[in-house]
């Protein structure tokens, strides 16, 4: 009976996956009847009509059709992902490119859905493993498939004579067309493997010209746009440094031809990863392009025994026919739908004031308190106390790792602060780093072994401080542990979560050798799983992500995180210029944008209140400027326009961007609107650099409103010039324009529409 069913099994890989030689039909037949969990998997579900018996996938959602299916050979290969197709279309099983030459075989250029280091490949591999045998060939081939729901699909892949299995996970947004891809590779050998490389997912585009965008940075200087054609080779995008990184963000976006902020065919994808990443942008030799991205394989190793099994992060990507403006908007409406923990109705951010450039690490209960006082008076929601409040906490160089109230500062705890704050119906938030120690401190005089560290060599210190393994269970016991503690004995509605240098020395010498660099996965997971257990347990808190600035931005960090910090640089003009980046990958929503003094601390560059104020408006608004220095007309510019942010809020950080004049490539003009969903508002801020020779602000003409629709114009803060109507058609404001009445050096203004 044994024989007959395996001849049986052999007979239908021999059915569906003709090419296959007999040896390899033998291997896989025999090692899939060897697996209980296979042995039912006869036929493939979610299929849609295709060529013999090979399945064939489609997803489709938005204005997105995504398929995929099972070619000659029996490897999983992408068919085709752009504009909806209709819903009687015919896809075709796919068929694997032809061999073009001895030197680029067909297993190079047939665009696999995740293709394993085998076989002679040269391209970015999906998976690479290592045997205990010393084998590395892998060779991924189609088992089964399910259908979890209408717009998901699981499919089943298999090395052709070892026990590994992949399971690629698909679920696309009926709305927006984003797709959610991910891996689970398990093995089932009876000796452990190596996985060296592991990729959430591969994305494939069709020979044509292609134009790159990505966002790079440093401290200080975060979220540059980069454009550049796409050639033959790689470009590579990642951080090796334990975190996302201010260097590379784990966004791309791919444009057509042509394809420009609001025209033409735009691929875009945002790697949900807040440790090492890689994301590998190829084109290869007959000019298709691929999109691989996952855990960074520098310095990687994840073992795996009998049964284990790793989980990747998620690659989310998607489609859009209406340039980068339409891809950022349906990503940064998917991400608040379906990301961040409110979704997917995220209330908008609490107006904050922060502490830090008024008093630094110089806290007092007082001192603290009077600025309560005038925070409040500015109609601000929410007071946040920064860094100094704890330990030893007097500079930067101790007390990082002592998370107890500093009793010189605060003799009867929190309590006393809390209530005032509250008192001035604002509510209370505070600054913590939880994964960092300084030497300095009580923690690390007592656990040493808790830092990241490789025995017997130098701990590189990094503003004078060291990273805790988070991936030891006693250190995530420990930080979870006071932080509980903190928010369980106070009324605390907010962490300024902040992570303040990159890794070194990534030892856990906790574990066996072979095991340690699983600290790169590990790590991130009991960060995750910190954030997640606290937001159970204190539904009430909201956090904010927060690495000396935008080094700790990514969509799986959001998914814990309410908010974050894009960049310790708070100069108006470079802000301008970083929200425009920041925008195309991350919603307005989640941006936080501050007002701080002037001249600014960076550039030492002076500018107004009203220009600073307006900048900041066009994310979630915060104070952080030195109240007890401002002036009281400053102090007056900043309660008038809280007020007016107050009112149009909602539309400004959940509303649909249009970037209307960008402020990148040296321009003079800077132009945003936001339009709200239902089309009943929108809000549109306007700033000149520098004008020159008399000439104003050029015609501006508007987008996304409702053309039949009439709308009253009114001022935020500025003027148009003499003629413009007060109200006008949704029509008149996109076709013929708004002349506005702007000169001069780092002027701003604000204007509102209402459908009347």
């Not at 608040?336 to 110089?362: C, D, F, G």
Request: hydrophobic residues 35%; contains cysteine; negative net charge.
């Amino acid at each position: 009976m044994a024989a007959n069913g395996d001849c049986l099994l052999n007979s239908r890989i021999l059915k569906t996956f003709p090419s296959l030689s007999f040896a390899r039909r033998f291997a896989m037949g025999v090692a899939i009847a060897s697996l209980p969990v296979l042995l039912a998997a006869a036929a493939a579900h979610g299929q849609t009509p295709g060529s013999g018996d090979r399945p064939v996938f489609r997803l489709d959602g938005g204005n997105t059709t995504y398929a995929f299916g099972v070619n000659e050979r029996g490897e999983l290969q992408q068919i085709y992902w752009g504009g909806k197709l209709g819903a009687g279309d015919t896809i075709v099983a796919p068929k694997a490119d032809r061999e073009a030459a001895s030197f680029d075989s067909s297993y190079n250029t047939t665009p696999q859905e995740y293709v394993g280091w085998g076989a002679g490949l040269f391209q970015e591999a999906a998976l690479k493993i290592t045997f205990a045998d010393g084998n590395r060939d892998l060779v991924l081939h189609y088992v089964s498939s399910s259908k979890p729901d209408e717009h998901s699909i699981d499919v089943v892949l298999k090395d052709i004579s070892r026990a590994v299995l992949v399971t690629l996970h698909y679920k696309m947004d009926a709305e927006s067309g984003i797709i959610a891809r991910s891996a689970t590779i398990e093995n089932h050998e009876a000796k452990p493997i190596m996985i060296e490389q592991a990729a959430a997912a591969a994305f494939a585009l069709p020979p044509a010209h292609y134009t790159l965008s990505y966002l790079t940075g440093r401290w200080g200087g975060e979220w540059t746009l980069n454009q550049e054609t796409i050639h033959q080779g790689q470009r590579v995008l990642e951080s090796r440094r334990g975190s996302t990184g201010h260097q590379n963000n784990p966004w791309f976006a791919i444009g057509k031809g042509d394809a420009d902020e609001e025209h033409g065919e735009m691929w875009f994808g945002s790697l949900a990863w807040s440790g090492s990443w890689r994301i590998t942008i190829e084109q290869d030799t007959l000019d298709k392009v691929r999109v691989t991205g996952g855990f960074n394989p520098f310095d990687f190793g994840y073992p795996l025994k009998q049964g284990e099994k790793l989980e990747t992060p998620v690659f989310y990507a998607g489609y859009s026919h209406h340039g980068m403006g339409g891809a950022s908007r349906l990503l940064n409406h998917f991400t608040m739908m379906h990301v961040l923990p409110q979704a997917p109705n995220p209330k908008p951010r609490p107006v904050i004031y922060n502490s830090w450039e008024a008093t630094e690490m110089n806290v007092t209960e007082a001192g603290q308190e009077a600025l309560a006082e005038k925070a409040a008076a500015l109609g601000i929601d929410r007071f946040v106390m920064d860094d100094g409040w704890f330990g030893q906490r007097k500079t930067d160089h101790a007390g990082l790792g002592d998370w107890y109230v500093n009793k010189e500062k605060f003799p009867n705890g929190l309590k006393p602060l809390i209530d005032k704050v509250h008192s001035l119906k604002m509510d209370f938030g505070l600054w913590v780093e939880p994964e960092m120690v300084n030497p300095d401190s009580d923690l690390y005089r007592k656990h040493p072994e808790w830092v990241l560290n490789f025995p017997g060599r130098p701990r590189n210190e990094q503003r004078t401080q060291l990273v805790l393994n988070l991936a030891r269970p006693d250190v995530r016991e420990y930080v979870f542990g006071f932080l509980d503690k903190l928010l369980s004995e106070n009324q605390i509605a907010f962490l300024k979560w902040d992570y303040n240098r990159n890794w070194s020395e990534p030892g856990w010498d906790q574990l066996p050798a072979n095991e340690q660099k699983k600290v790169y996965v590990e790590f991130t997971r009991n960060l995750y799983s910190i954030l997640a257990e606290l937001r159970a347990k204190h539904p009430g808190v909201e956090i904010e992500s927060c690495s000396g600035g935008g080094g700790r931005v990514d969509l799986g960090i959001l998914h814990y995180t309410d908010e974050v910090w894009p960049s310790d640089n708070t100069d108006p003009l470079d802000r301008l210029t970083q929200q425009d980046g920041f925008t195309r990958a991350y919603p307005v929503e989640v941006m936080l944008s501050w007002v701080t003094d002037s001249p600014h601390w960076l550039n030492n560059r002076l500018t107004s209140m009203t220009y600073r104020m307006l900048v900041s408006m066009e994310g979630s608004l915060g104070i952080g400027a030195n109240l007890n220095k401002l002036s009281n007309d400053d102090l007056a510019t900043i309660k008038r326009l809280t007020a007016a942010y107050h009112e149009v809020q909602k539309t400004i950080t959940q509303g649909d961007l249009y970037r209307l004049i960008s402020p990148t490539n040296g321009s003079e003009f800077t132009a945003t609107e936001m339009v709200s969903a239902d089309k009943s508002q929108a809000v549109f801020f306007v700033y000149v650099h520098s004008t020159q020779e008399g000439r104003g602000f050029p015609r501006l003409q508007l987008m996304g409103l409702d053309p039949a629709a009439t709308y009253s114009l009114s001022s935020i803060e500025g003027k148009t010039e003499e003629g413009t109507p007060a109200q006008a058609s949704g029509a008149w404001w996109m076709n013929h324009g708004i002349d506005l009445d702007l000169r001069g050096d780092f002027q701003g203004a604000a204007f509102r529409l209402d459908k009347r």
